[in-house]
């Protein structure tokens, strides 16, 4: 596709239960990064991967948060035993090494 | 303190009226500065890109950058109610990508 994808856009889980969510981004960029956004918040950085380096991880809140990157593309966000204040819009975004931001749509996240 | 401040408003005009949006930033090795525009349920797209001190003018926008003052502006000309959304003001160090977001400015034209 022309833009960053990522699914699902609409998430809906219980306290306790694990959730994926996956980034698909621009071909050819080699940075991908996931924010966190909740409601009137700014973006929070969470980690970002850039080529075969090992990925900055500094901004994940907990353990309960993991993210990986298959073959230099896909990225998935993995949060575990989610919690309320899990609930947020999960932001991925991919660039060239040294450019532009493109952002997905998000991945809207509501822990009951 | 957080490392970048923004009023997150709300801020409401009437069309035609120039705004001005405004961040301040704690870190003087901030190097390059960006200011996001979000419609509602969207994804950030960048609007202006501005390296070092300095103005940058793009159509009806205008950024302004005074890293002796850590403070950084866009000015829109001409409001229109398409310009309602919220802006985030966006930076990063010299060589780094981790951008680093205000909290958002929520931004309504009136017809």
């Known amino acids: 596709g022309a833009g960053v994808s990522q699914s699902p856009s609409n998430k809906v889980t219980e306290k306790g239960k694990d959730v994926e969510l996956r980034c698909d981004p621009i071909?050819?960029?080699?940075?991908l990064y996931w924010y966190r956004q909740s409601l009137g918040q700014g973006l929070e950085f969470l980690i970002y991967?850039?080529?075969?380096?090992?990925?900055?991880k500094s901004g994940l809140p907990s353990d309960r948060f993991s993210a990986e990157r298959t073959g230099g593309s896909v990225s998935t966000l993995t949060i575990q035993r989610t919690q309320q204040e899990d609930s947020a819009v999960y932001l991925c975004?991919?660039?060239?090494?040294?450019?532009?931001?493109?952002f997905g749509e998000g991945s809207r996240l509501t822990v009951l | 303190q957080k490392e970048v401040e923004q009023d997150p408003g709300p801020l409401s005009v009437p069309e035609g009226a120039i705004v001005s949006l405004n961040c301040t930033y704690s870190?003087?090795?901030?190097?390059?500065f960006m200011w996001y525009r979000q419609y509602s349920r969207k994804g950030p797209e960048l609007l202006m890109y501005?390296?070092?001190?300095g103005n940058k003018e793009d159509g009806r926008f205008t950024a302004q950058v005074d890293k002796s003052s850590k403070y950084i502006s866009l000015f829109i000309r001409d409001s229109q109610p398409s310009d309602s959304a919220t802006y985030l003001c966006?930076?990063?160090?010299?060589?780094?990508?981790?951008?680093?977001f205000g909290q958002g400015t929520r931004l309504t034209i009136n017809p």
């Open positions: 966006a930076m990063t160090l010299q060589g780094a990508q981790k951008l680093v």
């Open positions: 975004a991919s660039s060239r090494p040294t450019g532009e931001l493109f």
């Open positions: 991967f850039q080529g075969n380096s090992a990925p900055d």
């Open positions: 870190n003087s090795a901030f190097q390059y």
């Open positions: 501005t390296y070092s001190s």
């Open positions: 071909s050819g960029h080699t940075a």
